[in-house]
């Protein structure tokens, strides 16, 4: 059976948002979506919450999961790439005997995120040529119409397809950034020749791409919750 090791990232200092990591959605602080959708998937052997904040280590401790280390400050600025608190992480637990096949990061604040979604991660980095994965959704505006100001005008970023009916251009995605999951061998190599990551799609449907990152994503993702349109 893979192990695998799983890291909700929540550092403290949300600036849109006030603790936005453990403000109430739906009845309860929303990392507890998070954690119960990991929890119920059963796919982790170790799930651990990286954060600098013992407020929400309080939060969570009703939960059996690892919280034994706070993330160091210099790991937890905005700038921080979460490249190297999955490295940070990887060489405490290994510090301490612990080792993994699989690290995957979930978002703290991913309520509309499924078991099943993260199941389908699971098989779709189990597959021999897959050495990675991560969430996407399907742009519903095509880039190839898209416009630029300049002179107070718009001018068509790519001429040749203002012409072409939307039935003959490429479906196009975007990264979510709600999801992801590598090979631990894969992304140790990869981090430590400085090379970009293959990723395979994991594919979520609309209402699931909503990143909350302002109170109007928090208030639609509320409706959209509500009304289970993620299901």
Same mark, same amino acid.
């Given at each position: ?8 990232? #929540?550092?403290?200092?949300? /600036?849109?948002?006030?603790?936005? &990591?453990? /403000?109430?959605? *739906? ?8 954690? !119960?959708? #990991? ?18 280590? &309080? ?6 999961? !690892? ?29 301490? !005997? ?16 499924? /078991? ?15 050495? #990675? ?7 519903? !505006?095509?880039?190839?119409? *898209? ?12 001429? &040749? ?18 999801? #992801? ?11 430590? /020749? ?25 208030k639609f993702a509320e409706i959209i919750y509500k009304h289970k349109y993620?299901?």
């Amino acid at each position: 059976m893979k192990k695998r090791l799983l890291i909700i990232p #929540a550092r403290a200092g949300s /600036k849109r948002i006030k603790n936005k &990591n453990f /403000k109430i959605f *739906s009845g309860k602080p929303i990392i507890y979506q998070t954690i !119960n959708t #990991a929890l119920k998937s059963k796919l982790f052997h170790t799930i651990h919450v990286s954060t600098d904040s013992l407020k929400l280590l &309080n939060t969570i401790k009703k939960f059996k999961i !690892n919280t034994d280390f706070l993330r160091p400050n210099f790991l937890s600025t905005d700038k921080t790439p979460l490249t190297k608190v999955i490295k940070f992480v990887l060489n405490k637990l290994e510090s301490d !005997n612990q080792f993994f096949d699989q690290v995957w990061i979930f978002m703290p604040c991913s309520p509309l995120v499924l /078991k099943k979604n993260l199941i389908e991660g699971s098989r779709i980095l189990d597959f021999k040529k897959n050495s #990675a994965f991560t969430s996407v959704a399907e742009n519903s !505006n095509h880039p190839e119409w *898209s416009f630029f100001i300049k002179d107070k005008f718009l001018h068509p970023m790519n001429k &040749n397809s203002l012409s072409k009916r939307s039935q003959e251009l490429k479906k196009t995605y975007f990264d979510l950034g709600l999801l #992801a999951g590598w090979k631990k061998d894969y992304f140790l190599q990869n981090l430590k /020749k400085n090379k970009k990551y293959k990723f395979s799609p994991l594919i979520l449907n609309k209402f699931q791409s909503v990143d909350i990152d302002n109170l109007s994503d928090w208030k639609f993702a509320e409706i959209i919750y509500k009304h289970k349109y993620h299901l």
